[in-house]
């Protein structure tokens, strides 16, 4: 019990709490999702000069979300410890972004301990249960693993909670550095995620939820303060966003044909419920139902947790759930949630003894194992079939069609596929985004549903040298089913909704068609099966257009 005490407990129960997130991490191996490659091709091209890119010569189109963690990209870019070489043995691709977002984890504790310091004198063992529960769900410790920002976010929000936290039973709300830190705070989860620009609120609330402890105009002044100093960098960066783009919103938004949430959005909050467990979550409910009735001393920080907590479940209905994403967008949502359930649990408890301690630790501990089988199936599901892994892009699409180029002796041409990630990060041809995630125009049309509109523009303005298309994009766009297909191009591999095709006047004779069909039937068919048979391995030390499989 000595590594709870003193000086070390925050520094134990901090990296302890990350060991076990890493541990869990390890299941995943060198897995990326192919959208943190779009972010890295971006990192790669402003890094060497190109600009916000997402190949050298290409469109400046913000075909990214989330600018906080592409300047941490950028940043190892340009000290040579990201997209260099590899980095332990383990390609820095893999090694540099997972372990920012590991570190990001330890971030995210070290605000629950900053927090628990408040209310608790053994914030030790509170931060490393909570950092325990946080390492079992697969939704937080995936998306902290896959290349992706999601711990960053989760750090900006939890430290904005934890000063909050710390500065209630203080009635210290309304002081200057607190607001200016808050306003801060929430300008990171803004220009982390798009949808974290909703956390300027949470300060707020929390001096409306203890005004009556303030001055009105002292609450006035740290709201009105904390507000300018979020907008001051997220104001910029929406200035600069409008100058070089041209839009307010990100390419990826319009992309997605995200609109104006209606009252129905928030139901989607039942999700986080859902995933959580029926049961467990009962039981919270119960927990925090007895500390309000019995009149728990630390109601104000059930309060504040509370609040959080209900804000990152607004937050994440905000977007709503990612399909076959394992709720992407709510990853704040579980640190709030382990550091409220340990509390309630460690209160809970401190108002029995003996056997009815006994029996509320069953109590808790039974409602818990469905959550935790869900949570171990989940794992086993995604770990035997990883999401969108980058490296089966950047072999498939990147190096497998700079194959057909060669075999056709094209030193150019156009690619037009739905994950651009790792296809940009390998390939020598120019992407198409097919989704529309950084390609404006196919974005403006995607978003709008003019779908028809859209193939036009493919198939008659255009005019790809290459096609790749599967589900559930050939059926979202229909280009699989359109009659231009097999009019302009020849099928070179699978078919249906789901296959490789080359534009017909790109191939000088059919001789050298039955080539590519051939190298097709060979290449293309061992990417897939070595792809498939080792989903979460990389794919070489380093990723670079014109490699071939």
């Given at each position: 019990m000595a590594a709870f005490t003193g000086r070390s407990s925050g520094v134990f129960a901090t990296f302890g709490g990350t060991a076990l997130v890493a541990a869990h991490g390890l299941l995943y191996g060198n897995w990326l999702i192919d959208d943190a490659a779009i972010t890295f091709a971006y990192a790669r091209d402003i890094a060497d000069g190109f600009?916000?890119?997402?190949?050298?010569?290409?469109?400046?189109?913000?075909?990214?979300?989330?600018p906080a963690w592409l300047a941490l990209l950028i940043f190892g870019k340009l000290l040579g410890v990201f997209d260099t070489g590899s980095l332990f043995g383990v390609p820095d691709y893999v090694f540099f972004p997972k372990l920012l977002g590991l570190l990001a984890t330890a971030g995210v504790l070290a605000a629950l301990h900053h927090a628990a310091k408040g209310f608790s004198k053994r914030p030790g063992p509170l931060t490393f249960g909570a950092g325990a529960l946080l390492a079992l769900v697969p939704s937080y410790v995936m998306w902290a693993v896959s290349g992706l920002e999601n711990s960053l976010y989760a750090l900006a929000v939890c430290w904005l909670m934890a000063l909050v936290l710390r500065a209630v039973p203080r009635n210290e709300l309304t002081r200057a550095r607190l607001a200016v830190a808050a306003g801060l705070l929430a300008a990171l989860a803004?220009?982390?995620?798009?949808?974290?620009?909703?956390y300027v609120v949470a300060y707020p609330l929390a001096l409306l939820m203890f005004v009556r402890r303030y001055r009105v105009p002292d609450v006035l002044r740290a709201g009105a303060v904390s507000v300018a100093v979020f907008a001051v960098p997220y104001g910029g960066y929406l200035v600069w966003r409008y100058l070089e783009f041209g839009r307010l919103v990100p390419n990826?938004?319009?992309a997605k044909g995200q609109e104006f949430p209606g009252?129905?959005?928030?139901?989607?909050?039942?999700?986080?419920?859902?995933?959580?467990?029926?049961?467990?979550?009962?039981?919270?409910?119960?927990?925090?139902?007895?500390?309000?009735?019995?009149?728990s001393a630390r109601r104000d920080v059930l309060a504040v947790l509370l609040v959080f907590l209900g804000l990152a479940a607004v937050v994440f209905s905000v977007l709503g759930p990612e399909p076959g994403g394992e709720l992407r967008f709510a990853t704040p949502f579980w640190p709030i949630a382990a550091l409220l359930v340990v509390f309630v649990l460690a209160e809970v408890s401190a108002f029995v003894r003996g056997i009815r301690r006994v029996a509320v630790i069953a109590v808790v501990v039974v409602?818990?194992?469905?959550?935790?089988?869900?949570?171990?199936?989940s794992t086993r599901d995604h770990v035997e079939s990883p999401i969108v892994p980058a490296c089966l892009v950047?072999?498939?699409?990147?190096?497998?069609?700079?194959?057909?180029?060669?075999?056709?002796?094209?030193?150019?041409?156009?690619?037009?596929v739905p994950d651009v990630g790792g296809t940009a990060l390998t390939s020598r041809l120019r992407v198409v985004d097919l989704v529309g995630l950084t390609h404006a125009r196919i974005a403006d049309l995607a978003g709008a549903g003019e779908h028809g509109q859209?193939?036009?523009?493919?198939?008659?303005?255009?005019?790809p040298t290459f096609v790749h298309s599967h589900e559930p994009w050939s059926q979202i766009s229909g280009i699989t089913a359109d009659a231009r297909l097999d009019r302009d191009y020849f099928p070179l591999y699978e078919g249906g909704p789901k296959g490789d095709w080359v534009r017909k006047d790109a191939v000088p004779s059919m001789a050298k068609l039955q080539e590519l069909r051939d190298y097709a039937e060979v290449v293309t068919s061992r990417v897939n099966r070595e792809r498939h048979a080792e989903p979460r391995a990389a794919c070489?030390?380093?990723?670079?257009p014109g490699q071939t499989p």
């Open positions: 600009g916000p890119v997402l190949q050298p010569g290409g469109d400046r189109v913000e075909g990214f979300s989330n803004a220009l982390t995620r798009p949808d974290g620009a909703l990826t938004a319009i009252l129905e959005t928030f139901a989607l909050a039942g999700d986080l419920l859902a995933y959580a467990g029926a049961w467990l979550s009962l039981v919270l409910a119960a927990g925090v139902g007895v500390l309000l009735a019995k009149g409602a818990a194992l469905p959550t935790f089988a869900a949570f171990a199936e950047a072999d498939r699409y990147g190096r497998v069609f700079n194959g057909y180029a060669d075999v056709l002796g094209l030193r150019d041409g156009t690619l037009l859209l193939r036009d523009y493919l198939f008659d303005e255009v005019k070489g030390d380093r990723l670079r």
